[in-house]
């Protein structure tokens, strides 16, 4: 075959691949947008395991009308303006990639509306293409449907697990981002069904205890310690109240989810001689450490996490939940090994 430079279609859904896995990245990018908007009310409405239906609408800032097409432009975005910002990044989003590549793999449907303005717009994308922008009412804030996800893509179709499961991960997404801002109410309704909704009256015990249940949350014991620039505030679980798998860890790094070996590692090392062998804790952690030491740009869901220093941040992390655990139930024998 020749070569040939790929049509723009072709090219925006082999990235959006990056971006978009599965119809939980998808909520997972609005959630971030919804955040980074400074909402305070976030209500989700999946159906179909998130492959019929994905509809985030929140309170926040809203996107003027002028600006409603850049923001699904490729690598548009409100939040970075050069590179050297990316070292004090203080939002969730800022690749401005999220947008684009959920455009690229579905139907969107936006409305969007600032405050002070008299009306609000909508605009409708089909193959990552805007057509109409109108004028609609609405209160300040944004709503994004996304439907039809990866029906022009059926090879990423095929790999979709049932319904049940991609809900599941949809659940694990916002469970995770209602522990990390606790000031936020969030409400899930699956398939017409109200599935999650927190108090979103910023304490973390009364969000975990919706997430986690009543009988974990509210015996969950204070996690606080601060060392220079590091500091750490959660939950972790009584001993008594471990579990059989790692499902019970929701980890953040300014406030960011993020999944990290070091600190996984760190609270199951904290937990050594406090539970049975085979059995783990349930922990929310927030650790809060200057954006420089970390570096979050390795892989476009953002996930990942690297530290400048893992074994400072590991100890760190260690001492701060064994020094909880041993507070709430010292065990003498223990508290001299620690
Ligand atoms: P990023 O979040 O990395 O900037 P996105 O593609 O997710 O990129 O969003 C592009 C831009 O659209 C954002 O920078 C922001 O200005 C705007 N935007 C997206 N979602 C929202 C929202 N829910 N409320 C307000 N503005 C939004
Ligand atoms: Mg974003």
Same mark, same amino acid.
């Given at each position: 075959?020749?070569?040939?430079?790929?049509?723009?279609?072709?090219?925006?859904?082999?990235?959006?691949?990056?971006?978009?896995?599965?119809?939980?990245?998808?909520?997972?990018?609005?959630?971030?947008? $919804?955040?980074?908007? #400074?909402?305070?009310? !976030?209500?989700?409405? @999946?159906?179909?395991?998130?492959?019929?239906? =994905?509809? +985030? /609408?929140?309170?926040?800032?809203?996107?003027?009308?002028?600006?409603?097409?850049?923001?699904?432009?490729?690598?548009?975005?409100?939040?970075?303006?050069?590179?050297?910002?990316?070292?004090?990044?203080?939002?969730?989003?800022?690749?401005?990639?999220?947008?684009?590549?959920?455009?690229?793999?579905?139907?969107?449907?936006?409305?969007?509306?600032?405050?002070?303005?008299?009306?609000?717009?909508?605009? $409708?994308?089909?193959? #990552?293409?805007?057509? !109409?922008?109108?004028? @609609?009412?609405?209160?300040?804030?944004?709503? =994004?449907? +996304? /439907?039809?996800?990866?029906?022009?893509?059926?090879?990423?179709?095929?790999?979709?697990?049932?319904?049940?499961?991609?809900?599941?991960?949809?659940?694990?997404?916002?469970?995770?981002?209602?522990?990390?801002?606790?000031?936020?109410?969030?409400?899930?309704?699956?398939?017409?069904?109200?599935?999650?909704?927190?108090?979103?009256?910023?304490?973390?015990?009364?969000?975990?205890?919706?997430?986690?249940?009543?009988?974990?949350?509210?015996?969950?014991?204070?996690?606080?310690?601060?060392?220079?620039?590091?500091?750490?505030?959660?939950? +972790? /679980?009584?001993?008594?109240?471990?579990?059989?798998?790692?499902?019970?860890?929701?980890?953040?790094?300014?406030?960011?989810?993020?999944?990290?070996?070091?600190?996984?590692?760190?609270?199951?090392?904290?937990?050594?001689?406090?539970?049975?062998?085979?059995?783990?804790?349930?922990?929310?952690?927030?650790?809060?450490?200057?954006?420089?030491?970390?570096?979050?740009?390795?892989?476009?869901?953002?996930?990942?996490?690297?530290?400048?220093?893992?074994?400072?941040?590991?100890?760190?992390?260690?001492?701060?939940?064994?020094?909880?655990?041993?507070?709430?139930?010292?065990?003498?024998?223990?508290?001299?090994?620690?």
């Amino acid at each position: 075959m020749p070569i040939r430079v790929l049509d723009h279609q072709t090219v925006a859904r082999i990235a959006a691949g990056e971006v978009v896995e599965r119809p939980a990245s998808v909520v997972k990018e609005l959630l971030e947008n $919804s955040i980074d908007a #400074g909402s305070h009310r !976030i209500d989700i409405e @999946i159906k179909g395991g998130g492959a019929g239906l =994905i509809k +985030v /609408s929140d309170d926040g800032c809203g996107i003027l009308s002028d600006e409603l097409p850049l923001a699904f432009a490729r690598h548009a975005t409100s939040k970075l303006s050069s590179f050297d910002d990316l070292s004090s990044i203080g939002t969730l989003g800022f690749r401005g990639e999220a947008l684009g590549s959920i455009a690229a793999v579905a139907e969107v449907e936006v409305t969007t509306a600032v405050s002070g303005s008299p009306s609000g717009k909508m605009m $409708s994308l089909r193959g #990552g293409r805007g057509d !109409i922008v109108r004028p @609609i009412a609405r209160a300040c804030g944004t709503t =994004i449907s +996304v /439907s039809h996800l990866f029906r022009e893509v059926p090879a990423r179709l095929k790999f979709l697990k049932s319904d049940t499961t991609e809900t599941g991960h949809i659940v694990t997404v916002v469970s995770n981002y209602s522990l990390a801002y606790p000031e936020v109410r969030f409400k899930l309704i699956v398939d017409g069904r109200d599935t999650l909704m927190t108090p979103g009256n910023g304490k973390l015990r009364d969000t975990a205890i919706e997430i986690l249940g009543h009988h974990v949350a509210a015996r969950m014991i204070e996690i606080s310690a601060v060392d220079g620039s590091f500091s750490i505030a959660g939950l +972790v /679980s009584a001993p008594e109240n471990s579990r059989a798998n790692r499902t019970g860890l929701f980890l953040f790094v300014n406030r960011r989810w993020v999944r990290s070996h070091i600190l996984s590692r760190a609270i199951e090392e904290a937990c050594h001689g406090l539970l049975t062998v085979g059995r783990y804790p349930n922990a929310i952690i927030n650790l809060r450490l200057p954006p420089s030491d970390t570096d979050i740009n390795i892989h476009p869901a953002k996930t990942e996490i690297k530290f400048r220093e893992d074994g400072k941040v590991f100890e760190f992390v260690r001492q701060a939940v064994r020094a909880a655990l041993l507070g709430e139930a010292p065990v003498p024998s223990l508290a001299v090994a620690a």
